[in-house]
């Protein structure tokens, strides 16, 4: 799958503003809420400083709450992986280094799970996690607006998780179940502070972002904007991201809760990822929207 990659290097290169832009619109998701643990869950805490991520060697497998502590001065991103089967840590590790350009060959051995961007200094935020069990990466770096450059400071560490300890799901307020390519979710959902639930069941990883349309804007406008920004006309962009909302992207088979609060009213939900089966294919991959991978909710009082 590498080589293909390689091989398509070239026509692959108009999408790249695309996928760099996702990575940016994973960066205005999930802002924290705070809510009590859930009890009968197991939870662990990942905490990072300014010299190094520590996590427990070994976490308890199945159904956990992670917390990601920042202890360090800065703004960070933090982000967790499972290793994929045939690969290694510090392959995964050396790959998430790279930059956008390294995603494509990152999800070919790491199934992402939730990212946090950014983590302010002395600040935590949690997701519950199906980790089942598996080979985890950490991967802390300084917060950046937009598309992690390469080369720059990573901090890693390393769990495994060897035994199903959580076998207790949360309950659910909202479940999203993302699949090639479409959301089945409720067309309604209640303001406010909700447990939602996303599951991966396609064979690509996904993600949703939530925006509300400008006034007269269409979701043909958010996908002419993301697909090529700068051919749009000048002016702002016909949407607006909504805080606390939507989920970065996760793997193939993963299973992710986290709480959110939407102000009443309509927004758009969407997946800007390319298709990675096109990819791989060495076609032109257009976005998981473009797909049918967008849909209208109201949120009601
Ligand atoms: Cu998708």
Redesign the pocket.
């Known amino acids: 799958m590498k080589a293909t990659y390689n091989s398509t290097q070239v026509r692959c290169s108009w999408w790249l503003p695309g996928l760099l832009l996702l990575i940016l619109l994973s960066l205005s998701a999930c802002q924290p809420v705070q809510a009590p643990a859930a009890s009968g869950i197991p939870e662990f805490t990942i905490v990072v400083s300014d010299a190094a991520v520590s996590a427990p060697a070994v976490a308890p497998g199945g159904i956990v709450r992670v917390t990601v502590k920042n202890d360090s001065s800065i703004p960070m991103d933090i982000g967790l992986a499972r290793v994929l089967e045939g690969s290694t840590p510090e392959e995964v590790i050396a790959l998430a280094q790279g930059g956008g350009e390294a995603i494509i060959p990152l999800l070919t051995k790491a199934s992402f799970l939730p990212s946090f961007n950014p983590v302010e200094p002395g600040a935590d935020r949690w997701a519950y996690i199906d980790l089942r069990t598996g080979v985890f990466v950490v991967d802390a770096a300084e917060h950046v607006e937009g598309a992690p450059g390469a080369g720059a400071l990573h901090l890693n560490a390393t769990f495994t998780a060897n035994e199903i300890v959580g076998t207790v799901a949360p309950q659910a307020d909202v479940t999203v179940e ?1 699949v090639d ?1 479409a959301y089945a979710m409720p067309d309604e959902i209640p303001a406010g502070p909700q447990l939602w639930e996303f599951t991966n069941n396609g064979d ?1 990883w ?2 949703m972002f939530v925006v509300s349309l400008a006034e007269g804007a269409g979701v043909e406008d958010v996908m002419a904007f993301l697909g090529d920004p700068a051919a749009m006309p000048p002016g702002p962009p016909p949407f607006e991201f909504a805080p606390d909302a939507g989920i970065p992207p996760i793997g193939v088979g993963e299973r992710v809760w986290l709480e959110s609060s939407l102000a009443p009213g309509e927004y758009l939900v969407g ?1 800007p ?1 390319p298709d990675v089966a096109a990819i791989f294919a060495g076609e032109m991959p257009l976005m ?1 929207m473009q797909h049918g ?1 967008v849909k209208m909710i109201k949120v009601v009082e």
């Open positions: 993302m390519f690509q996904h993600m997946c990822i998981h991978m």
